[in-house]
């Protein structure tokens, strides 16, 4: 299959064969693909600098045009895209045509903003001058995603830039390529220049130095792990480019005595283990107070037994595998780590054999845990949750804080002064209050703080903080 996009023309990259395997059965291959190299990623970012300029004094119309097209594609073939995104990626159907969906609210949300991108006029100090404040695009911009939605993280950092005028290479994870050319090939049809999308589906460790060294990159825009986040925004500062990270969690649910308990049940089981976990907003640390301690995990238990795990596509499945083999090793080892460290594991624990050969894992929770424990460390990435008892909410603020990570945390309780009090005290970029700590709109911003972000906020307007640049300018007419 014709993998990379470069300047218009579907091209086989030089970095080797790539092969993806459906996680729910891998003796399916998803494709085939001819992996970008280093050259091929240069020559990317030479398309996208060729046309730059002319892209970035587009008509406001032609953008609109594009990405409202690109979102009607979108919205309909949804179910044949969520399809497409539950064999590759491995959530469930349901999941995968919500994603579809999404992405095209996505597309259509920025076609708008095209058009909102206006500029201030502003009355001087200094008699008979004028000030214009302006935004201008920021000039080629790589974006790398992840592969845990991969339709709608790329969607929301490519409809922003090409609202903006910026040109783009665009760098996929290598698990979910199809859903990346399928992404790219809506695009060309929905009428976007030439060179102005440019996709180099390749190993990150190969195409990210290129993405990094080159002058002609003014920025990168990341979602993924903050080991491979941090090192990019090193090199991008040495240079001076502009970089945006959005990274992992370890997000924090806390369930105080005064809660709706079948609420907070439902709450719990959706975060933590629906995508098999594999949501950067996903709560994997349960904090609950002692008068509705054990009740809570009686009832999580009982709800867990509840999940179906199975093939993707299968009726009926709640929770689709995990995406890859060594991801499931990795969260296996997790867990044998917990158990080695004094935690009690009451569910779940094990790989899980089905009648299609796939990644499947039980979901998984311990109890008794202690916040210093490294499965409330570091975060697993799994459908793995575990819990730790607090005297009164005080101390829970306090453990839901205790983390490196901020991106999203919840509280079930049905007292308003401890709502908010938690919405103002979280030291997290989004706040849930008897909802998922996982589950988010598309308008209005994302993102985390800590270790779990660097830079502007992603989505909604504020995505144009990142690909965009602010001019001032002082005119005196004479
Ligand atoms: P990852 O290993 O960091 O990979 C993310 C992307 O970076 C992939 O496209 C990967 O390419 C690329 N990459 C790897 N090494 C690179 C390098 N040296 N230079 C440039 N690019 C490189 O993360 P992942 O396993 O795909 O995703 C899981 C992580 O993403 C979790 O930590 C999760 O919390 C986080 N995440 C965060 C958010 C958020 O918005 N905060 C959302 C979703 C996921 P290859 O695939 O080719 O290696």
Known sequence: MTTNYIAGAWIDGLGGELISLNPSD????????????????????????????????????????????????????VSEIGHLIAREEGKTLPDGIAEAKRTAAIFK???????????????STRPGVEVEVRREALGVVALITPWNFPMAIPAWKIAPAIAAGCTIVFKPASYVPACAIELARILERAGLPA????????????????????????????????GVGRSLAVGCAARGARVQLEMGGKNPLVILDDADIDRAVQISADGAFFQAGQRCTASSRFIVTRGIHDRFVEALQKRM?????????????????VVDGRALRDILGHVDAGRAEGAELVEGGDRLNRE?????????????????????????????????????????????????????AGICTTS????????????TGLVMVNLPTAGLDYHVPFGGRKASNYGPREQGSYAREFFTIVKTAYIDPM
Request: net charge negative; hydrophobic share 40%.
């Open 356 to 408: 299609t050969p796939g990644h499947y894992m039980a979901p998984t929770l311990f109890v008794g845990t202690k916040p210093e424990m490294g499965i409330n460390k570091e975060e697993i990435f799994g459908p793995v949750a575990s819990i730790q008892r607090a005297e009164d909410y005080e101390e829970a603020l306090a453990m839901s804080n205790d983390t490196q990570f901020g991106l999203s």
């Open 26 to 77: 891998i003796r399916e291959v998803v494709g085939a693909y001819h992996q970008a190299g280093a050259s091929d990623a240069t020559d990317a970012v030479a398309a996208a600098h060729a046309v730059f300029a002319s892209w970035a004094s587009s008509p406001i119309q032609q953008r609109f045009d594009v990405l409202d097209a690109a979102g009607n594609e979108i919205l309909a073939r």
């Open 305 to 321: 037994r509840q999940l179906t795990v199975d093939h993707a596509l299968k009726e009926g499945t709640h929770i689709g595998p």
């Open 416 to 427: 308003l002064k401890y709502a908010r009090d938690f919405r103002r005290r979280s030291e």
């Open 195 to 226: 060179g102005v999308l440019n996709l180099v589906v390749g190993s990150g460790s190969k195409i990210g130095d290129v993405l990094v060294s080159d002058k002609r990159v003014a920025g990168i825009s990341f979602t993924g792990s903050v």
């Open 109 to 123: 949300f920025h076609a708008g903003e095209a058009l909102r991108l206006s500029g201030e006029a502003v009355t």
